[in-house]
């Protein structure tokens, strides 16, 4: 699967952005779906993913640095993984990137990079004070 990153830019603190993901080659809907970001001169960290349940339902995970601040969805329709970033932080200044879990992913592990094998090619966010 191919994956294709989008919506960053410069905001200033307190403001938004929403990041879109789109997949392609094969489809989505059933797996582990995440966001990630790496600011310089640090380690990748996770921000956010979202695991399908049964049926239609899905179930989120955040980091707690971003809680109750991010927000993440996805349109099974468009193949489409979305990021709504609100109450923007000069800390949340770094490249984010997308990525599909693997399909033995559990939820223990969610957060573990590691168990993702599909990344997009990331999306710079620069939040200025």
């Known amino acids: 699967v191919q994956l294709q990153a989008s919506g960053g830019g410069l905001v200033q603190a307190g403001g938004s952005l929403r990041l879109s993901c789109v997949a392609s080659?094969?489809?989505?809907?059933?797996?582990?779906l995440g966001w990630f970001r790496q600011a310089p001169g640090k380690e990748r960290e996770f921000v956010a993913a979202?695991?399908?349940?049964?049926?239609?339902?899905?179930?989120?995970y955040y980091a707690d640095s971003v809680k109750g601040r991010f927000t993440i969805s996805r349109d099974n329709a468009k193949n489409t993984v979305f990021l709504q970033m609100n109450s923007l932080k000069p800390e949340d200044t770094a490249v984010y990137y997308c990525a599909v879990g693997r399909g033995s992913l559990i939820s223990s592990s969610i957060r573990n990079g590691e168990q993702y094998d599909s990344w997009g090619q990331g999306t710079q966010v620069t939040v200025s004070s």
């Open positions: 979202s695991r399908p349940l049964t049926g239609s339902a899905y179930t989120t």
């Open positions: 080659g094969r489809t989505i809907g059933r797996n582990v």
